[in-house]
């Protein structure tokens, strides 16, 4: 059952620091503002839709032309792609990337840390829709920590008595200056499958670099990278552990105008890298066992 705003201000706000608000299409938010940065994250999805370091340009993008709704995903900010990535793998009925994203999530816990972090816990809510589309008995926590970095700990249980196969991702939006002349690096020497060339398997050479639409899956990947973007003079570090594969997403301009929720020029000013476990790299777990997706962002300075 959803929660109300006033059972989640009653319980969980912190003067100053955290409060819940209902925003169009009746998705409830929390507000969070640390010393060292902001964020927003709706119940729905437990989707982080904005992070932004205090002194700085927002590190996350979220579309001027996103859509808010029940049952809808937002264009941008950081949607939890889960317990599939991409298709479904043997019933295209599904919905690509998982249901996590659109459906209500719970939050159970929220810790003021000393250094001025603040971490919020949610829990997926299970319902007849979900347990219809996935029979696993997998719950499944998002955790965001947000401060001077973002830090989002996606950890799916198996509490059944069979393993299953699990694959997802934290697809998240950056900020960027200008997706052209922006470089990815920490993926060089990688290969990875090409969707926008029939999923082709290729070797990444030297940089990631943005300058038509880009749909790749890197397999194999470090857990460090990094995004060089010098019209906003910074670096985003991406750091990650519990995934094997990395995402790389711009739709370039005609994919976005046909989304219809990226605006004119939208695809300029974002790219996606998403921390994941797809294709190839999907996770077995078994019974008993807890399997944690980790994704730590953090801005420097170029
Ligand atoms: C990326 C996929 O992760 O997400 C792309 O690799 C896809 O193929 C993109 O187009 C956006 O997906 P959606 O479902 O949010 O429009």
Known sequence: MATTLDVLNRDFAIKGKLHFKEISG??????????????????????????????????????????????????????????????????????????????DWRLVQVQSLSDERIRLEFELEESEATRAQWPHRSPVRNIITVGRALEVELATTNAGSEPFTLGDALHTYFTVGDVRRVTVHGLEGYDYLDKVDQGTRK??????????EVDRIYLNT?????????????????????????????????????????????????????????????????????????????????
Request: aromatic share 6%.
């Open 26 to 103: 009746g998705l409830l938010v929390a507000e969070v503002t640390t010393l060292h940065g902001k964020a927003t994250i709706a119940l729905q999805g437990a989707h982080l839709m904005t992070f932004q370091p205090t002194g700085q340009e927002p590190v996350i993008w979220l579309s001027e032309l996103a859509k808010f709704g029940r049952g809808k995903s937002i264009r941008g900010g950081v949607p939890v792609c889960w317990p599939w990535f991409g298709p479904h793998a043997t019933d295209s009925k599904l919905p690509g990337h998982g249901y996590a994203r659109t459906v």
């Open 222 to 302: 470090p857990s460090v990278c990094e995004i060089r973007d010098p019209a906003l003079q910074r670096r985003i570090k991406i750091s990650s552990s519990g995934s094997h594969s990395t995402v790389v997403w711009n739709p370039w301009i005609e994919k976005a105008t046909k989304m219809g929720d990226f605006g004119t020029d939208g695809h300029l000013g974002m790219l996606c890298v998403e921390t994941a476990n797809a294709a190839e790299d999907v996770v077995q777990l078994a019974p008993g066992q807890v399997h944690r997706l980790v994704a730590r962002y953090e801005v420097e300075p170029l």
């Open 203 to 212: 070797q990444q050479v030297g940089a990631v670099t943005i300058g038509q």
